[in-house]
Structures are given as C-alpha cells and as structure tokens.
C-alpha cells in the first residue's frame, strides 16, 4: 500500500478496480484544517482523466503491472505486434492504447509493453529516436535570425516541427514523449 506521501507522477494505483497512472499531484496544506493531496489520474484502460483528494493518511493500493521488454515488429492498422524478448511470443496491443506513439514506431525498435492482468495496455517508447527527413520544404537561405520553424515529415511516417536549416536527407534526434525536434543527429 502507498501512502500519500508517496504520491508521484508515474505512480501506478488500483482504483475501483481499474488500473490508472498519476499524472500530475498537488501536496496542499491549508492555513486551518487538515493537509491533502489533489491528484490527476489518468485510467490505463479507457484513457479517462479525473482528480481526486487524498487526505493525509490514508493509503492507495499499487496496481500490480507487469513490464515486459519487446521488439515491435508490425502493424496492421488495427493491431501493433511486438515479441516478447524473454520467450519469444507475440503481443497484439490495440492501435487505440499506441496513441500518438505509433507515429514514431520503426521496425525492430525496442519497447518496453506495459501488461495488467495479462491484458497489454500500453507501450513505452525510447525517450529519443533517430529518423530521417523524407520530405520538408527548402529553407531560406539566411532566415535564422527569427527562430522560425517548418514541418518536415520524418521516416516513421510522424511531421515535427523543425528549424529552417533542415533539409530533406538530414538525420535528426526527436523526444518520443512529446514529438519535438531536438538536434541533427549523424546516423
């Protein structure tokens, strides 16, 4: 059992029955009154955001998940299939818990499957990845000055935002947990 001091994003909690993972937290000790916690949850299931208050004190109880390391290896539109690197069997993890994600997914990457009670529910990716420019449009030569971006779209198939200097062949280092451009890289 965690107690609410404990609180942290990240944290992986049962509520109802159901499994949900702590996206923000918020410790609040009032000038009269007991102190609290307000917490944002999100449900690994549906994808359901509420808040909620803990009082000091009381206990939440740990979801118990299981992390398996995996390599993606396709999709068919519906389902993304990973195997299991510990026995070699295949995941089917829906394309509605990928999320955003897919979009960054590139063959035999290494994923770390998040499984409660043997249902997968979502995939954690690298933090980065590097992927190659397929297409964006010519910079302008000496428009840097700005900070201006463009749109480029990227080998897994994802459009990043980029600077202007980006051209079409470039490598480039992109942060999975939030879709941005974070330097070239050399490949």
């Known amino acids: 059992m ?33 102190a609290f916690t307000r917490v944002r949850i999100k449900n690994l299931k549906t994808g359901r955001a509420l808040d909620r208050t803990y009082k000091t004190g009381e206990r939440l109880e740990p979801a118990n998940f299981e992390e ?43 994923v770390s499957v998040l499984i409660y009670e043997g249902e997968p529910l979502s995939v954690e990716l690298p933090t980065f990845i590097v992927a190659q420019v397929t297409y964006s449009e010519p910079g302008k030569k000496g428009d840097t000055a700005t900070g201006a971006t463009k749109m480029a779209t990227v080998s897994t198939g994802a459009q990043v935002q980029v600077p202007l200097f980006v051209n079409e062949g470039d490598w480039l280092k992109i942060d999975t947990r939030n879709g941005s451009y974070v330097e070239r890289a050399k490949k």
């Not at 996206?23 to 000790?29: G, H, P």
């Not at 993606?72 to 510990?86: I, N, T």
């Open 68 to 110: 398996r390391p995996c390599q993606y290896l396709y999709s068919d539109g519906e389902h993304a299939y990973f195997m299991d690197r510990q026995n070699y069997e295949q995941i089917a993890v829906g394309s509605a818990a990928l999320g955003e994600q897919a979009r960054f997914l590139t063959e035999n990457m290494d």
């Open 2 to 34: 965690y107690e609410t001091s404990e609180i942290r994003k990240g944290l992986k909690i049962k509520v109802d029955g159901d499994p949900w993972i702590v996206v923000d937290f918020e410790f609040v000790k009032p000038g009269k009154g007991t």
